[in-house]
């Protein structure tokens, strides 16, 4: 699980591209806590083929990346 | 439409450019519809911060930026007070960023509409900013990070909000306390009601749109995300299309163009100090004022840095200065006082500083925090 809670723009999402380009997972999780991070890692993950969903808890965001 | 451009971000950037028309023609001035750094310089003037009597004045479309984000980010539940990332670097960062933006004459957002208005010095700013971004992009490629922010106090939320307010309500109800130019571009401004209602809708467009002028060319560099470059392509072209409909157009030129001199060199500089600046902070001054809006603490820390090294930059001569073409037809060319060109060389000194020494090590990485 990558927490990325709290970093400003562009980090979250630097975070989820290291992780991407070390392993290319089946499956990335990512915790948020803002949208623009919801929206900024979808935007990236698309481009990267994968599915993203989310759950909201608690004013956080889970994002779960999935391989298409 | 590509699912990777949000039309808000489209919607925004033409709503900017035109917004930016319709305030200089109701008498802001010329290539100055928008314009953060020197707006937050006119506030710094009229709270008597500095004393350069030509740019003094409470601006209301700051307090409209930032009141239009808190409205919209109340909406939708986006309000968060948060803060704790790096504060005093940020507010260090945020002095240097307005200094190479007075230097040059205009903050990014400026940049782009100077540029939709022919003046070629900007398109040599915006090399500056891009070749700034590029710097702050390997810096952030190397595991650059001012770490994390935490959620934070109600009142840390409302500061900025607050003060915007505070600072409406004494604009409107004791305006004798500020200082006001008479002349030069803090005297010339559209109606105050005007400008507040403008800028309150933009802002809140900003905060929906996450428009950001240093966002876009990092994010397309860093990650081929075209988003929120769109919104800067959309901002020029509207601004440069309006201004040939107007017919305030008249070509491309380097020459006698409204507030910018012609120095190459330090409009570069200034605007590469800018990126780089801004690029660490996460968002160019706009995005500052619209994050401060949505309770981000840190950001409201940027803007206060922000508004200090511009009394600095006044204090002190930095500040660019514009050419001038007397009515006798004698022009004289402006540009960058000594005092200016080494408060640069140090800006860059203390960006590459703050640059190096937040590199995380990579044990540390993961943690991040």
């Known amino acids: ?68 | 439409m590509s699912k990777r451009i949000n039309i808000w971000v489209l919607i925004t950037g033409v709503l900017v450019g035109v917004a930016a028309l319709v305030l200089t023609a109701f008498g802001n001035p010329a290539n100055m519809g928008f314009c953060i750094a020197c707006f937050l310089r006119d506030i710094a003037g009229a709270t008597k911060l500095h004393s350069a009597g030509m740019v003094q004045y409470v601006r209301p479309e700051i307090i409209g930026l930032v009141l239009g984000s808190t409205i919209l980010a109340l909406a939708t539940g986006e309000f968060k007070p948060k803060a704790g990332s790096s504060p005093a670097t940020r507010f260090i960062i945020g002095a240097f960023v307005m200094i190479g933006a007075l230097v040059f004459l205009g903050c990014p957002l400026r940049m782009v509409i100077r540029m939709g208005g022919g003046d070629l010095n900007a398109f040599i700013g915006f090399a500056g900013f891009a070749v700034g971004i590029l710097i702050g992009i390997f810096f952030l490629k190397k595991g650059f990070s001012l770490k994390r922010s935490y959620p934070s106090t109600l009142t840390e939320g409302i500061a900025m909000p607050g003060l915007m307010i505070g600072l409406l309500v004494l604009a409107i109800a004791v305006p004798s306390i500020f200082a006001m130019s008479t002349e030069g571009p803090g005297s010339k401004h559209a109606p105050m009601i005007l400008s507040l209602i403008v800028a309150i809708v933009i802002g809140a467009l900003a905060q929906k749109s996450r428009l950001c002028m240093v966002g876009g060319m990092r994010d397309a560099v860093m990650f081929k995300d075209f988003n929120l470059i769109a919104g800067f392509g959309a901002i020029f072209l509207t601004v440069l299309i309006g201004n040939i409909i107007l017919g305030n157009f008249k070509g491309f030129s380097t020459y006698n163009q409204p507030i910018a001199h012609e120095s190459w060199l330090w409009n570069l500089l200034g605007m590469a100090l800018v990126g780089w600046g801004s690029v660490l902070l996460g968002g160019c001054p706009l995005r500052q004022l619209i994050l401060a809006g949505e309770g981000n603490g840190d950001s409201a820390v940027t803007v206060l840095g922000m508004i200090v090294g511009a009394a600095i930059a006044h204090n002190f001569g930095l500040a660019g200065t514009a050419s001038k073409l007397a009515e006798d037809g004698t022009y004289t060319p402006g540009g960058v006082a000594t005092a200016g060109k080494i408060a640069v060389g140090i800006g860059f000194a203390v960006l590459l500083l703050i640059s190096v020494l937040n590199i995380l090590k990579k044990k540390n990485k993961e943690a991040n925090a």
Not at chain 1, 16 to 45: G, H, M, W, Y
Not at chain 1, 52 to 61: A, I, L, P, Y
Request: glycine residues 2%.
């Open chain 1, 1 to 68: 699980m990558i927490d990325a809670r709290g970093l400003s723009c562009p980090m979250p999402v630097v975070m989820v591209q290291n992780e991407v380009k070390k392993s290319s997972p089946d499956e990335v999780k990512v915790l948020v806590d803002s949208k623009v991070c919801v929206e900024n890692i979808t935007r990236f993950a698309n481009t990267k083929k994968y599915d993203v969903e989310v759950t909201k808890k608690d004013g956080e965001f889970e994002l779960t990346l999935k391989k298409r």
